[in-house]
């Protein structure tokens, strides 16, 4: 924590917000140093608002009909929040997916590959640095969720691995 006027403190962090807001950003990080043993470490961090629709409310025919032959579809046949998936890898920062090492390169792996826990499946780069993603257990790559030089946010599930 700084030694340093709060005032000054509080006038940074504002100043920071406002370049979050300005820019579009969603989290901003910094370290201000003040010299040795002094220095203030900031994160200001956006959340986005969620609004959900209200489920639209359809109306029973008049007239009894025929029963379907047919089974209805059921809520276990939609599909399914990939990040709530057992096996979804997340994001663990804010950045740009890349599913190669470099442009043209093969991927690092693809739909049915089998991978090892630690091998790699992608990079995100962060700030200029490339942050290799690795595969958290052993399994076969069901779905890639997101595409090359795609951004990414903090938790999105970027693949499945069963």
């Known amino acids: 924590m700084t030694k340093h006027s709060h005032e000054n403190d509080v006038a940074f962090i504002q100043a920071l917000a406002e370049l979050l807001n300005k820019n579009e950003l969603t989290e901003l990080a910094v370290v201000r140093e003040y010299g040795e043993d002094d220095s203030l470490e900031v994160r ?8 959900a629709a209200p489920a639209p409310v359809y109306a029973a025919p008049a007239a009894a009909a025929p029963a379907p032959t047919a089974a209805a579809p059921t809520a276990a046949a939609a ?5 709530s998936h057992p096996g979804a890898v997340p994001s663990p ?9 470099e442009p043209g ?25 490339m942050n290799h993603i690795p595969a958290p257990k052993s399994g076969t790559v069901k779905r890639i969720l997101v595409e090359d030089g795609t951004p990414v946010e903090f938790g999105t599930p970027l693949m499945i691995v069963e």
Do not use: H, R
């Open 105 to 129: 390169a093969a991927p690092f792996v693809t739909v049915g590959a089998q991978v090892k826990e630690g091998q790699t499946l992608m990079i995100i780069e962060a700030m200029k640095t």
């Open 93 to 101: 920062m804010v950045g740009t997916a890349y599913m190669a090492a």
């Open 79 to 83: 599909p399914a929040d990939p990040a």
């Open 44 to 51: 200001v961090v956006k959340q986005a608002t969620v609004i």
